[in-house]
């Protein structure tokens, strides 16, 4: 049961480059998440899937757009990278209300 | 939406002391709160939660406790280890209706460092 699962674990790109970053989870859980994490600013919500076939922004949304793929997988793109995009990505997935939180790994992304 | 303040942003306690961490929250229909522990370069983990028709609840050398009147809870650590040392979160569920959507706000973190 490997839980929340996210690809690539580091990931360094030029400004303007483009890139995915891929996450499943094996839970059945309906609901997923993208946060990113940043020195002193704790984890802010990017964006959610309260369930398959929906998404929705979050907290800090602009240059990321979602897919949500189908239940278990969730996918998150940037576009056009910039280096304030350097951050700790989290993936996360939860039972209805929320409960359960479960976080992947985390993804290092450095734009230079 | 949901605002969560987190204090002390960072707590330094010998071995063997109690830890305390407060979070305070701003949407009373807000009815599930979770803690999280996050250890250098790892995710964070689900250490414990309370919802809101309890007031306290203990897990071994960790407790929770809900004051929903003031909306703050509060995170307590007993017979502190240095292996507890780690950043915690707070968080709450933001969105119309509370935990309808499962959203969490997280507050700032708290580094808690625990000296032999």
């Known amino acids: 049961n490997a839980g929340v699962t996210q690809t690539p674990k580091f990931q360094v790109l030029k400004t303007g480059q483009s890139m995915t970053l891929q996450c499943a989870q094996d839970?059945?859980?309906?609901?997923m998440y993208w946060y990113r994490q940043d020195p002193g600013m704790g984890l802010r919500l990017i964006y959610y899937s309260a369930s398959e076939g929906t998404t929705d922004k979050g907290e800090v949304p602009n240059g990321y757009n979602v897919s949500r793929l189908n239940k278990r997988e969730f996918s998150l793109r940037l576009e056009s990278a910039a280096p304030s995009q350097t951050s700790v990505y989290f993936c996360?997935?939860?039972?209805?209300?929320?409960?359960?939180?479960?976080f992947g790994s985390g993804t290092r992304l450095t734009v230079v | 939406g949901e605002n969560v303040e987190q204090h002390p942003s960072t707590l330094s306690v010998q071995e063997g002391d109690s830890a305390v961490i407060k979070c305070t929250y701003s949407?009373?229909?807000?009815?599930?709160f979770p803690w999280y522990k996050q250890e250098l370069g790892k995710r964070p983990q689900l250490i414990i939660d309370i919802r809101s028709n309890v007031g306290e609840k203990k897990d071994q050398r960790i407790a929770v406790t809900l004051n929903k009147t003031a909306k703050h809870f509060s995170l307590h650590i007993t017979e502190t280890q240095p292996e507890d040392s780690a950043v915690y979160f707070c968080a709450a569920p933001f969105g119309a209706g509370g935990t309808s959507y499962g959203k969490l706000t997280f507050g700032q973190g708290t580094i808690l460092t625990v000296h032999p």
């Open positions: 996360a997935s939860s039972g209805r209300g929320g409960y359960g939180y479960t």
């Open positions: 949407d009373s229909a807000s009815n599930y």
């Open positions: 839970m059945n859980h309906n609901s």
